[in-house]
């Protein structure tokens, strides 16, 4: 069975300064990759998936992902963090054949400090 | 026009009660679901559909059942809520069964009191 762990439940990051939010997967297989964003009270918007080819992955918002087979990671980073940037970030797989959902990880809460 | 539409946003109902939320999607996919988002923000699968079919059901009470009418739409009717029941619940539609095209609805919040 597939799982998705976010070891960090909450992260503070200066407004400004970098940001990366770690994803490690379990999945026998090359997964599909995902990280979708939630602000308060929000709906799910996606960010960034990875399905094959370049491991480094660009989304909306100026964020990037990396995906590292031999870590089983695909963490989310961006060079500089912006106050609206403060939401919950999820990570999700998704198997890569038949019929198959996402399993998400437990999110990751991110507050911007000034 | 919204992609994946879900009604209704809000519903405070009383335990015992039977309530239904909606989903309907215009996307022209195949594939819809149903996620349950609990108090402490996990997202969880509840059950899929394809093409009016349904092919995953993730051990959900039978008090939930879903009703694909068409492949545009994917209801959710809940008898005898509970207080366990109060989640967000997240209808979602993707262009695969494989699920790697989603798009999600904005979320019913659903409190039993």
């Known amino acids: 069975a597939q799982s998705v762990t976010q070891p960090d439940i909450h992260i503070t990051v200066s407004e400004g300064a970098s940001l990366e939010l770690r994803c490690n997967y379990s999945y026998g297989a090359t997964p599909y990759l995902f990280w979708y964003v939630q602000s308060p009270g929000q709906g799910l918007q996606l960010l960034l998936k990875?399905?094959?080819?370049?491991?480094l992955v660009q989304g909306i918002k100026g964020f990037e992902a990396e995906f590292k087979r031999s870590q089983s990671s695909f963490n989310l980073r961006k060079p500089s963090v912006h106050w609206s940037d403060a939401a919950e970030y999820f990570c999700a797989v998704a198997g890569n054949s038949g019929y198959s959902t996402l399993t998400f990880g437990k999110g990751t809460m991110l507050l911007v400090s000034p | 026009d919204t992609a994946v539409s879900q009604t209704p946003k809000y519903l405070v109902t009383q335990m015992g009660n039977d309530k239904s939320i909606k989903c309907e999607q215009n996307l022209g996919h195949d594939t819809m679901y149903w996620y349950k988002q609990d108090s402490k923000k996990f997202l969880k699968i509840m059950f899929s559909y394809n093409n009016k079919e349904l092919i995953i059901n993730e051990t959900v009470p039978n008090r939930f059942s879903p009703k694909s009418p068409d492949k545009a739409h994917l209801n959710l009717h809940i008898n005898s809520l509970e207080l366990g029941d109060s989640a967000v619940y997240f209808c979602?539609?993707?262009?695969?069964?494989?699920?790697?095209?989603?798009?999600f609805g904005s979320g019913t919040r659903l409190t039993v009191v």
């Open positions: 979602a539609s993707s262009q695969d069964p494989g699920g790697h095209g989603y798009t």
């Open positions: 990875y399905f094959s080819g370049d491991t």
